[in-house]
Each structure stands twice: as structure tokens, then as C-alpha cells.
């Protein structure tokens, strides 16, 4: 847990009484409306206003013992931050923020708040709802880069130790940034060609602006973080490599893109795609673009295949890319859908359709091989299986034939397995992760550590960045003592 910052409190504490600050209903988040939004690529939630954010940060009761801390990876300062939103010191909230995280504009955005930070909030004890944690985090973080006033946190005197880091999504970023601080001379090197992997090649511009994200990798530049893109570890450069140049420490970051598909009858039919391959194509390579060199296809009736947050951002970008029905196909109840509150919201909001307790279980195609139909398998909730959600059952003899023209899958991903497999001496799990002592992220090679996806298989971003701050503090430690 951080040290927290304390010397405000006195300021606060007879503003308000507690009763009055819990009486304080939770600011709404202003979004555009939905039949304008489904549209466009613009971002759907539009940010608190100053005076919205002072009032929200006034319902936080600042607790003696603040359990939200506990909820957050990264062990953000909550009340401290809000706090200091509170006193109109916005951008020494985004200092405190900054002193342990390095992308709380992206986290603000795309954080699962209700399942970490929010869901340990006092105010469920109330029956209340929880202060909007996520939604001050976002305003302090955009306030100070709307600023003109960066604070770059402070990093200890350069130690010329050099560490290389493998991939630049928020594992990778997080890690960079901890031990930029503690004064290593980093290099992230990443296989695309821009730096911030999912929160650029997947997550898309309504929810996550590429521009966010920039301005945090901007930070890191300032405090030395060295970026090169268009390197694959494994292929352009070796491990070996790396320690032939002189790197002493090694971060795994590389992530979980590997696409899975359900291998069902037609699933090799024209017009069916990965999730992955569909959102890296229209957000990276300008793909809803019909003069882009590779164009993707504009399906009339799409399905896309799956409950999770990858599975909403597909569906939501094939609604703006004029889909006439655009639906979510999920094979247990909306109660098991692990994709964020807020997206699913969202998706219904801007008319995406939702068949839960349905599986395709077959495609049909026409003469030109381009699919045309799914066969679904109607399911009902049967026992909670391994994953402690109810299991879905088939219901014999039950299915639907629904038009499409266009399918994506959606249906979890794998680790990248490049660095697994190019790197002798890494112990791999069934699934093909790294295997890794979950105190220190040190991998069986001990100049080696890893976290993220590529450790959890597909999991969030702040679990990612948890992991990165959690690698760099033992890794520090590791090349002290050696
Ligand atoms: P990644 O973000 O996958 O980054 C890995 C990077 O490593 C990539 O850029 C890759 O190109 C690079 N790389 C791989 N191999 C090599 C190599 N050999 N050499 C160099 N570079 C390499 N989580 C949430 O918390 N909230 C959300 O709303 C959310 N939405 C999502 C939406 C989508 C569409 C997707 C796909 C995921 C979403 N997630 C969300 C999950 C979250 O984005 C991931 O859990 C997180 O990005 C994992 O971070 P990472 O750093 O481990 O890997
Ligand atoms: Fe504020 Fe809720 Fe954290 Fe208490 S638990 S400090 S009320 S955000």
C-alpha cells in the first residue's frame, strides 16, 4: 500500500458532515445520445464538468480505513486524489494519481471500476451507490493534460542499468514507467507499428481516443522511457540479443492476441472474422476506410460471437459502420457476460441486439462462399461450472436460423506464443502462459519476469498494470542484490 497523503485533511473535514456528504446523489456521467453516437466514432462519455467533479469528490466520506485502496492493482491514493478534486486542487490530484499510476486517463476510461475500486466503496455497506471513482480519475487526468501543465513524476538519478521490455500495452507501460522511476535506462520495444498495444489496436475511439493514450506514453517519454516499434523479440531481435547489448533485466509484456474460433461447420466462410482481426484492421489500419488499401467488409446483419468487452466494442463498431442489426450472440444469460456494465449499457442503448442463451452451432453460405445464415442452438442455465458462473446447457432439439452476412468471433484469445516458444527455459502452464512466482513475476529464468495477459491469459488493464508495478519493485530488487 502507498503512503498516503494527509496534510489536506484537516482542510475538508468541517466543509461537510458525513451525513450531508452521503446525502449527495451521484453525478451522472454526460454522454452523447445514443441515436447520435452509433453514428459517429466520437467518445460516448463526454467527462465531468469541474463543478460535477467537486461535487461528486464531496460523497467520498474520506474513511479512516479507505478499503477502495484494496480494490485498486495499483494501490492508487483514492481519497487522497478526491480529496483533492474536492479542494479545487486539480492538478495536485493528478500528481497523487501519477505517483502510482501510469495511464489513470486510460484506466478512468476503460477500468471495470464496479469489480474493483467502486466495489469495495463504503457506500455499499449504506446500500448507496459508490463514489464515481473511475469518472474523477478520468476528469483529474484530462484536466492536467487539457492544462498545458504536465507534472512529470520524479525519477531517481540515472543508474545506466539498461532493461528491455517486450510489448507496449498497459503490462509493459506500467512496468516502464515504475522503473524509469527507481532511474533504469528502459527500452520498450514493440512488434506493431504504434506503441500502447489493445488500448490502440483494440479498444476503439468512442470509448478509448487514440490521443489518450499518446499523451500517457508522452509521460513516459519525458521521464526517458525509450520506444521501438516494428521490433519483434523473437524474430527482428533475439533474447540473446538483448543480453549481448547489455540488458540486464528483462519484462514479458507481449500479451494474449492469439484469437480462438469455436471450429464449427462454416466458420472458414467469407465474411467470418476474429474479433481481433476485425478491430485491429478499422482501428489501426483505417479499414471502415473503402480507398484503405485493405477495406473491411460493412456487413448489413452482423452477428458477433461472445459477452465480453471485445465482443461490445465489435458489435458497437459494426452499429457505426451502418450495420442494420448488429447482435450480440451469447451463450449463457446476460448475468454471466463478463464485458464491463457500462458497455453492455451502452450497447443496448445504441439498439445492438441480444441473443443470450444461444450458440452457433453451424454457418451456411451461398455460391459465392460468402456466409449468409447461422444455425443457433438455443441454451438454458444449468449447475455454476469451474468458473463459478452457470453453466450453459443445450436445450435438445431447440434452434434458430437467422440471416447474416457478416459474423465476428469473439470467443477468447490465447498468449502470444512467440516468446514462449523462442525462449528456451520458460515453464508454460496447458494454456501456453508463462508461468511465473505470483509475489514477483519472476519467471524460471530469473533475468526474466512477465505479467498481463501473457501471464493471466486475456484479463483487464489495470490487472496488467498491476502486474508490471508488481515485476518492476522485484525486479529492482533482484538486480540490486546481484
Ligand atoms: P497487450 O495490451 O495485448 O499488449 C501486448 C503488446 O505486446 C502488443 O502491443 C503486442 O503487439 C506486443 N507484442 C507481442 N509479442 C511481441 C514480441 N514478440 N515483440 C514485441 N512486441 C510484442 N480490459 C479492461 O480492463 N477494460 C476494457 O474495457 C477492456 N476492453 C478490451 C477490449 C478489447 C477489444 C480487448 C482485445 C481487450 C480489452 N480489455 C479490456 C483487456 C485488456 O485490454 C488486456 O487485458 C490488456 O491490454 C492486457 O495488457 P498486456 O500489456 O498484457 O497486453
Ligand atoms: Fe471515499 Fe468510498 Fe474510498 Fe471511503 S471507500 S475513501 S467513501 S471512495
Not at 466543509?15 to 453525478?27: D, F, S
Not at 449463457?332 to 444461444?358: C, D, N, Q, Y
Request: glycine residues 10%; negative net charge.
Amino acid at each position: 500500500m502507498t503512503t498516503r497523503d494527509t496534510e489536506w485533511r484537516v482542510d475538508l473535514r468541517n466543509t461537510l458532515t458525513a451525513k450531508e456528504r452521503a446525502a449527495v446523489p451521484r453525478v451522472e456521467m454526460p454522454e452523447q445520445h445514443p441515436y447520435i453516437r452509433n453514428r459517429n466514432n466520437e467518445e460516448v462519455n463526454l467527462g465531468l464538468t469541474s463543478e460535477m467533479a467537486v461535487r461528486e469528490a464531496q460523497r467520498c466520506l474520506d474513511c479512516v480505513n479507505p478499503t477502495c485502496i484494496d480494490g485498486c492493482p495499483v494501490s492508487i491514493d483514492i481519497p487522497a486524489f478526491i480529496k483533492n478534486i474536492e479542494r479545487g486542487e486539480f492538478l495536485e490530484s493528478a500528481r497523487v494519481l501519477k505517483k502510482t499510476s501510469a495511464l489513470p486517463a486510460v484506466c478512468g476510461r476503460v477500468c471495470p471500476q464496479e469489480k474493483q475500486c467502486e466495489a469495495k466503496c463504503i457506500y455499499h455497506k449504506m446500500k448507496k451507490e459508490p463514489v464515481a471513482i473511475g469518472h474523477l480519475e478520468r476528469f483529474a487526468a484530462d484536466y492536467e493534460s487539457g492544462s498545458g501543465t504536465i507534472s512529470v513524476p520524479e525519477t531517481a538519478p540515472a543508474n545506466g542499468i539498461k532493461i528491455a521490455v517486450v510489448g507496449s500495452g498497459p503490462a509493459g507501460l506500467s512496468f516502464a514507467g515504475d522503473m524509469a522511476k527507481y532511474g533504469y535506462d528502459v527500452t520498450v520495444f514493440e512488434a506493431l507499428h504504434e506503441i500502447g498495444g489493445v488500448l490502440k489496436y483494440g479498444i476503439p475511439e468512442f470509448r478509448l481516443p487514440n490521443y489518450v493514450v499518446d499523451v500517457e506514453i508522452d509521460n513516459l517519454r519525458a521521464m526517458g522511457v525509450k520506444f521501438l516499434n516494428n521490433t519483434v523479440i523473437g524474430k527482428t531481435i533475439s533474447i540473446d540479443d538483448l543480453k549481448a547489448d547489455g540488458f540486464q533485466g528483462i519484462f514479458v509484456g507481449s500479451g494474449a492476441g492469439l484469437p480462438r474460433f469455436m471450429n464449427i461447420k462454416g466458420e472458414n466462410l467469407v465474411g467470418i472474422m476474429s474479433a481481433n482481426e476485425y478491430l485491429t484492421r478499422v482501428n489501426l489500419m483505417d479499414a471502415s476506410n473503402p480507398d484503405a488499401d485493405t477495406p473491411v467488409y460493412k456487413g448489413k446483419n452482423v452477428a458477433v460471437i461472445g459477452g465480453g468487452n471485445t465482443a461490445m466494442d465489435s458489435v458497437r463498431t459494426a452499429k457505426r459502420l451502418g450495420a442494420e442489426r448488429a447482435m450480440i450472440v451469447y451463450r449463457r444469460s446476460e448475468e454471466e457476460m463478463p464485458a464491463r456494465v457500462e458497455e453492455v449499457k451502452h450497447a443496448k442503448e445504441e439498439g445492438i441486439e441480444f441473443l443470450t442463451l444461444h450458440n452457433p452451432i453451424e454457418y451456411y453460405g451461398n455460391e459465392r462462399g460468402q456466409v449468409t445464415q447461422m444455425l443457433l442452438q438455443v441454451m438454458e442455465l444449468g449447475e455454476p461450472d469451474e468458473s463459478g458462473r452457470c453453466s450453459p446447457v443445450v436445450v435438445e432439439g431447440e434452434t434458430r436460423l437467422i440471416d447474416v452476412d457478416e459474423v465476428i468471433v469473439s470467443v477468447g484469445v490465447s498468449p502470444n506464443p512467440l516468446i514462449p516458444q523462442s525462449v528456451s527455459g520458460l515453464t508454460l502452464s496447458k494454456w501456453g502462459t508463462i508461468e511465473v512466482n505470483k509475489d514477483t513475476m519472476q519467471s524460471g529464468i530469473p533475468m526474466i519476469f512477465a505479467g498481463g495477459d501473457i501471464v493471466r491469459g486475456g484479463a483487464t488493464v489495470i490487472l496488467a498494470m498491476g502486474d508490471g508495478r508488481q515485476a518492476a519493485k522485484a525486479m529492482n530488487e533482484w538486480v540490486l542484490k546481484n
